[in-house]
């Protein structure tokens, strides 16, 4: 059976319970398939999951290149227990460096019970790629800087293994306000990104590399860039243009067109409780065709209170093929409450308004009801994680990696009262 990157975390309480054993034991290994990556330290079921893991990462790669397994350096992996006399260790740790007997590659895991298994899957990927980048130049001299993989390429790629839920990402995009260019996302970093702004990369990350795929000879032509990455400028999107011709004409309708798409491959997915109440709100604000080309937004409860005109009838039938549409990708609990409203709305459409106003505030109290009893349900989940789930959703995993980052201090102010509180916090200090 094949393991997923979250299922690394099952084998880490055998792990993490057999470490006394472990200290008088000779440090085991095991060798992956493939024999590219050899594991030392913890137990067998542990490392086996990790050799699992970084073989059907490279696998995913290599099959969205459409490449042969091609691999010239071997990867070590060294999973070591957290210290207490060196709490400052990094949770995961790449080394590449020249030896005399050619190029070394050796990746770090510290492993806790709470380890982020797409932390794992993350760096095994970065090791990878780095091997591919010098696979070719296998003589450097000792002391070269060696290039790291691209950030949104290592995003991309996970982003685009099959199985995958891609539906953050559609609704991190949906909530940006501003869309960034190419070249400003190409020189962003993501390390001191908060969670949502992290996952705001990665959907941008999965929007470039589906481009470049998606490209005449695409594959191919990710090949060789990651192949060429070695002499890379500091330039990015001129080192992109130079191996992609379809930037080589208008970059920012191409790569915007792109980020659009990523949202409308997810349009079959349904909505949650949240966005469906949302978007029925924006569809029950009924736009009427004004004098001229302005349109004004109607609420239906009004219009259920009346008469409707020959333009409101026509923007009525129009929401009903909206509110018909909405259903289907609606969340389950809401679907009945939009059937009630289409119905609602074609009676409307039809001239037929008496009687109306009483089911239209019917479905607001139910409405309102609903919502109440998913908050409930949505407070009792997040008590339930907080006080009695024995592991976390990682969904605040960025932000905490990020939080510990450290940072350097900023400037002090020399003003007369920021002089004072120094000095004040220095007295207390004492």
């Known amino acids: 059976m094949k393991l997923s990157a979250h299922l690394v975390c099952s084998a880490i309480s055998l792990f993490v319970f057999s470490q006394t054993r472990l200290l008088c034991a000779p440090l085991g290994r095991s060798v992956s398939p493939s024999r590219q990556f050899i594991v030392y330290g913890a137990n067998d079921p542990l490392r086996g999951a990790v050799c699992e893991l970084a073989e059907r990462t490279k696998a995913n790669l290599l099959a969205l290149l459409r490449q042969p397994d091609r691999w010239k350096t071997p990867i070590v992996v060294n999973l070591q227990s957290p210290q207490a006399n060196l709490p400052e260790i990094p949770p995961a740790a790449l080394r590449f460096s020249q030896t005399g007997f050619g190029l070394k590659l050796q990746l770090d895991l510290t492993i806790t019970q709470n380890v982020d298994g797409a932390l794992v899957e993350r760096e095994l990927l970065r090791a990878i790629v780095l091997e591919m980048i010098y696979r070719s130049e296998p003589n450097l001299a000792p002391g070269t800087a060696f290039v790291e993989p691209p950030d949104w390429l290592l995003d991309g790629v996970l982003g685009l293994t099959p199985g995958r839920d891609r539906g953050t990402f559609v609704e991190a995009l949906s909530a940006s306000e501003k869309r960034m260019s190419l070249e400003e996302f190409l020189q962003q970093r993501p390390v001191p990104l908060d969670s949502p702004g992290r996952t705001l990369y990665r959907a941008y990350s999965v929007a470039l590399v589906q481009l470049l795929v998606d490209g005449t000879d695409g594959r191919s032509r990710i090949t060789r860039y990651i192949d060429k990455l070695s002499g890379a400028s500091n330039d990015p999107l001129a080192d992109l243009k130079a191996q992609f011709p379809l930037l080589s004409g208008d970059v920012e309708k191409t790569w915007q067109s792109s980020v659009a798409r990523l949202s409308d491959v997810q349009s079959y997915q349904l909505l949650t409780f949240a966005e469906s109440e949302r978007r029925l709100d924006e569809l029950l604000r009924v736009k009427i065709p004004d004098t001229g080309k302005s349109t004004k937004a109607v609420e239906l409860s ?129």
Do not use: C, H
């Not at 549409?325 to 009676?347: D, G, H, K, S």
């Not at 339930?384 to 960025?398: L, N």
């Not at 002089?419 to 916090?425: G, H, K, Q």
């Open 302 to 430: 009004e219009l259920a209170q009346r008469k409707t005109t020959a333009a409101e009838k026509t923007a009525l039938s129009l929401l009903s093929q909206n509110l018909l549409l909405f259903a289907i990708r609606a969340n389950p609990i809401m679907r009945p409450i939009a059937r009630e409203y289409e119905q609602i709305v074609a009676r409307l459409a039809r001239g037929k308004w008496k009687g109306v106003a009483k089911r239209v505030a019917g479905l607001k109290d139910i409405r309102a009801r609903i919502a109440a009893r998913m908050s409930d349900i949505d407070d009792y989940m997040n008590w339930f994680e907080a006080t009695q789930s024995k592991s976390g959703s990682g969904i605040f995993a960025d932000y905490l990696r990020a939080a510990d980052q450290p940072r350097a201090p900023g400037p002090r102010r020399r003003d007369a009262l920021s002089v004072y509180l120094d000095a004040l916090a220095n007295q207390f200090e004492d």
